[in-house]
Nanobody, 124 residues
Framework: QLQLVESGGVLVQPGGSLRLSCAAS????????IGWFRQAPGKEREGVSC????????NYADSVKGRFTISRDNAKNTVYLQMNSLKPEDTAVYYC?????????????????WGQGTQVTVSS
């Protein structure tokens, strides 16, 4: 059974950067497409970014394009989300999710496995 654990969420000032990690255990992450999602208080969960099983295809929500970068290191069984130029509206709990297939999407319904989330707060 695949298990996912997110880390790296902290309080950061506007304009700052963070790198979130999603570490997998119980299975080899190379078989899975991965998505990052976030949920702010009172809002629905939204897809932020996703990466295919091979790492050759990525996608981003319009709100984070040009600021966030998703990557994966299958040897370390970890996926990353580099977040730059952070804004207060990026404040949310960030989740990673996995599905055992090659193609990733920004739709939460695609994914079978979820982490517990990590809090990112952007505030001065």
């Amino acid at each position: 059974q695949l298990q996912l654990v997110e880390s790296g969420g902290v309080l950061v000032q506007p304009g700052g950067s963070l790198r979130l990690s999603c570490a997998a255990s119980g299975s080899t992450l190379e078989y899975y497409a991965i998505g990052w999602f976030r949920q702010a208080p009172g809002k629905e969960r939204e897809g932020v970014s996703c990466i295919s099983r091979s790492g050759g295809s990525t996608n981003y929500a319009d709100s984070v394009k040009g600021r966030f970068t998703i990557s994966r290191d299958n040897a370390k069984n970890t996926v990353y989300l580099q977040m730059n130029s952070l804004k207060p509206e990026d404040t949310a709990v960030y989740y990673c999710a996995a599905v055992r297939r090659s193609i990733a999407t920004l739709s939460s319904g695609t994914y079978a496995y979820w982490g517990q989330g990590t809090q990112v707060t952007v505030s001065s």
